[in-house]
Structure formats: C-alpha cells, structure tokens
C-alpha cells in the first residue's frame, strides 16, 4: 500500500476518463428511464391495491410483497436468464438484437422500484382526507374518475419527496446492472481498475460521483419541502 | 409452454441439498445456509455499530455529531456494491495480509448497514420524550448516564421492528456477496445454472421464492411487533 504511487491523470482524461463518463451516462439513461416506468407501474399498482375489487386488491398485494421480500439481484438475473422462456419468440429476438442486457436491467429495476413507489403513492392517498373521495363521488365521479382529478393530483403533490429518494435509491440499485454486463458506472470503475490497476482513483471518481448525485437530489428534495410544502427542517 | 415449465423442476430436486447447504458438511458452507450465516453475523455486528454511530450523531459536541453525520450520510449515498468493492481493496491494504471473501462480505455489510441502523437508533432516541432526560438528570445521572439506563432502555424497544426490517434488507443485500465470489444462495444458484444451461428460469424462480419465504417470514413478524407496541402505547 504505502509504495502505491497515485496517478489521477488516468481517470482525469483520455480514454478511461471517457468510458467512466460513458459509464454515467448509462447510469442516468438506466434511472432516468427506470424513474419515469416505474412511476407508471407504481401508479398502476397503488390505485389496484386500493380498488374496492377483491381481485384487484390480491394480485396488487401478492405482487407488492413477492417484489419487495425478494433480492433486487435475483430478479435481475431471472428476466437476464430466465424471462426468455416467457416471452413470445418474435420478442426474444428482438431483444437480443437491441441489447438485451439494458433492457432486462431496466424492466428488473422498473419493477423493483415500482413496488416501493406504489407504497409511497399508497401512503400519500391515505392521508388525503376521507371526505374528498366521499364529497367527489357525491358531486357525481366514479371512483377512478375521483382518483384520478381529486385525489391523485393532491396526493402526488406531497409524494414527490419520496418519489425523489425513490430515483436516488434507483441511480444507486443500477449499479446491480453491471453483473449482466451492462455497462454503467461501476462496471466501468471495474473496467478502468483491471486495466489500470488504478483501481483506487477509479472507485474514488465513481464514488464521487454517486456522492454528487446524492447531494444534489437531497438539496433539491429539502428545496421542495421547504418552498412547496412547507415543512421546516428542525421546526 | 407452462407445463413444460413445471416439468423442468426436477432440476430443483436433484440440487436441493446443494441449494440449501453447499458442500456442507464434507466442505465448506454454502447456499441458504452461508445466506443466513452472512445475514446474522452481519445484522449483530451493525446492531453495535449502529447504535455507536447513533449515539455519537445525537451527541451535543458539534464536533463529534457532525463528523459522525457526514460520515453515515456518505454511506448512504454510495451504492452498496461500491461499498463492497472498497472493502474488497482496502482491508488487504490496511490490515496487510489477505482477508477471506466472505470476511470481507460480512464487514461491508456491517459498514454498509450500520449507517442504516444509526438512523433507527437516532429515530429511536428522539422519539423518546425530552421530560425524561430531564427527570434523569435532575435525579443526579450524568448525560450519558441518562442516556443508557433510561432513554436507550425505552428507545430500544420501540426499535424493533425497524431493526427486524433492517434485517430484512440485509437478507437480501448478501445476495451481492455473488459478485466477490462467495458461495451464498444467489452464486449457487449460478453455479447451477451454468452447469445444467436448460433451466434459468425455474433455478432463478426458485431462489426468488426461497428469498421471499425467509424475507416474508420476518417482515410479518415486524408487522406484528409493530401492532403489539402501539398496542402497548395506547394502554
């Protein structure tokens, strides 16, 4: 250790500085997606686990707690290994031909993160007050018709926060994706260390880097709780 | 297409005791078995680093609590693979020998977790009500003394049940031990698949619903410790 002679010029510049910031990209292309998919499922989910549908409200929960009682690396591997023997073969192939590795980390993530978000969603509609579905089915809205103008709207209002926190657990589980070979920021950290062997400068950037990300999304989350909603921190 | 799914579970049968223990006890632990070794050891070990780095956050000293905050809210912001890899580099540095993969394992999950735990504990100690420090000081106990025979003795309990969740997640985290090539429930499953090629699939379902019955075993015990303490506090 003490005759390691540090070289930060390996990841400042040239080409293992390109692929860790190909790296990130891949990162952000993998949460960003990932946010915005399961958010819809999550949505989904949430409003089947608070349907009056006894059926509904089942599968809602046996698919909330199967996701959410099960390793995030485990459901990876099953649609990376396992999902071919599920899907129609026209599918199969077309997958394989468009890079398959990106798509099963994002549809296991996707579906991960949208058990936690139907939570949150959950949660937020919960604490909207009984008498504005009550009030909206009386002024004549079907239930679906009050989730989706009166109580959704206000409920996603203060679910933000957690939705937030939900991109920022979502940047940091992508990393699980380099174990089927996609290539984000830690596999190219890993990528840079094995040819290299610059294995400490490489994890510091890539640590910083999920350190910036962090920082910027818990400023922005304090931001929003103390303009939008609020909520002082220490009041 | 599903029967040909069922049918393909033999290759469950022919695994199980390799599934569930490894070589064990002609070699080395494995399976569901190291799985639960790496959760317990783990889950003690932050238990104690938790609770250390819980209290040095709540303490009055700036110059103690906010080293300790900056250090826990790092952890937390870096993805727990990358937390593993540090440790996969460092221990050896550090200690200046070689550590065994499954030692390293264990301390970055503790490292990892505890961070966790410390927000449990921090939680735990500030929802205790201020009236009590108070009272305990004013019978004569010093600050710390205060803290540890009356404030942790009634946070304590109410922190079960996250704790229990905490243990939950660490489950399901040792499934990254895969990744340094330790033998747990998740790299035996690949093993397996690798060697048979035909049944990812069924291999990687099956290892999902072990990891549920474990995991779900344990969040409903939290869920019922949950109601039986607000059951307490409302008497």
New interface residues.
Partial sequence: ?LS?TFDWSVITSGQYHDWLVSGLKVTLQLSLAGIILSFLLGLIVAVMRMSHLKLFRWSACVFL??T????????I??WY??????LPTAVNEWLNNTGFEFAAGLIALTIYTSAFIAEDIRSGVLSIPKEQMEAAQSSGFSYLRSMQYIILPQAVRITIPPLVNQFLNLA??S??A??IGVMEL?YQ??QVESYTFK??EA?TA??LV??A???VITFLVDQYNDRVLKIHKGA | MKMALLSNFQVIADNIVYFMVGRWPAGPLGGVGLTLYLAVASCILSFFGGLILGLLSVSKRKWISWPTMLVINTIRGVPLLMVIFWMYFLLPALFGKTITETRTVILGLTFFTSAYMSQIVRAGIEGIPKGQMEAAISTGLKHWQAMVYIILPQGLRNMIPSFVNQFVSLIKDTSLAFIVGVSELTHVATQINNRTMAFPTEIFFFIAVVYFIICYAFTSLSRTLEKRLEWRKAI
């Avoid at chain 1, 959410?68 to 690396?73: D, E, G, K, V």
């Avoid at chain 1, 290994?81 to 599920?86: A, D, E, H």
């Fill in positions: 250790m390691y707690e199967f959410r009682n099960t390793p995030l690396l485990v459901q591997f099953f290994f396992g999902s071919y023997k599920l940091k589980n990393s699980l380099m174990t830690t950290a890993r294995g400490f994890f890539a640590t999920y350190l990300i962090s920082v």
